[in-house]
């Protein structure tokens, strides 16, 4: 990788990872959590559980990620992990976000009550067993897990910026990068990976190349890309 570029990625997250560019975003709700359970307002898996929500919702305009995340944590009355736990949950065939249905986000409720019935936090779980055991998605190694590794992000990255560090016992350096469409077109026009296929070995190729700028922190590289994506137009 040129220096030029090496440079101008590290000068995107510098100016990105910034939480002025994230009032408008799923992070949000987890890190309204984060600031309770900082200072023992509410527990760990309160903040978890918010963040698998939004993370599952957060496909399409973020205003509409947000207006339904809002939905769904109202539902819940700010207290995801009370809810969760109570087995009663709001399951009907309307619309909760585009096509996810109410009736989904009761599912994921069941199967997080039946996690958390043994666990006081997903920490440990890995990325098929959050896929597969919470979301209830069939198993696919190839999967790239975008919603799923945006989630570690926010729960391990610790800089005190953006991101919320509440996971203690994860490593930021075995975060992969949340790949969507917009990330992969970004990686592709900066030259991070000439891949075609969305998967997951696209996942590692993008986030080996981050790790040669961001040695201990390969995620820092998704504030470049959105950097890239915010000057040249997402």
């Known amino acids: 990788m040129e220096n030029s570029v090496k440079e101008q990625l590290i000068g995107w997250a510098e100016e990105y990872n910034d939480p002025k560019y994230f009032q408008e975003d799923p992070i949000i709700f987890p890190a309204e959590m984060a600031k309770k359970y900082r200072c023992g307002e509410c527990s760990l898996a309160d903040v978890e559980i918010a963040a698998l929500i939004a993370a599952h919702l957060a496909w399409g305009r973020r205003s509409m990620i947000v207006r339904d995340c809002t939905r769904a944590l109202d539902e819940m009355e700010w207290r995801p992990y009370e809810y969760v736990m109570s087995g009663d949950y709001r399951d009907e065939d309307a619309s909760l976000h585009r096509t996810v249905k109410w009736s989904e986000f009761a599912e994921i409720c069941r199967r997080l009550k039946a996690v958390y019935s043994g666990t006081d936090?997903?920490?440990?779980?890995?990325?098929?067993?959050?896929?597969?055991?919470?979301?209830?998605?069939?198993?696919?190694?190839?999967?790239?897990?975008?919603?799923?590794?945006?989630?570690?992000?926010?729960?391990?990255?610790?800089d005190g910026k953006v991101d919320l560090g509440v996971w203690k016992n994860s490593d930021k350096k075995d975060l992969l990068i949340p790949l969507d469409v917009h990330v992969y077109d970004e990686a592709v026009a900066i030259g991070l990976t000439s891949r075609r296929?969305?998967?997951?070995?696209?996942?590692?190729?993008?986030?080996?190349a981050f790790r040669e700028?961001?040695?201990?922190?390969?995620?820092?590289?998704?504030?470049?890309?959105?950097?890239?994506?915010?000057?040249?137009?997402r």
């Open 197 to 208: 296929q969305k998967d997951i070995v696209t996942v590692r190729e993008i986030t080996d």
């Open 121 to 158: 936090s997903i920490e440990k779980l890995s990325n098929r067993d959050i896929r597969c055991m919470i979301f209830g998605r069939k198993e696919d190694p190839k999967a790239p897990d975008k919603k799923i590794n945006m989630m570690r992000r926010w729960m391990v990255r610790d």
């Open 213 to 233: 700028i961001f040695p201990d922190d390969p995620c820092k590289g998704d504030f470049s890309l959105f950097g890239y994506g915010v000057t040249h137009g």
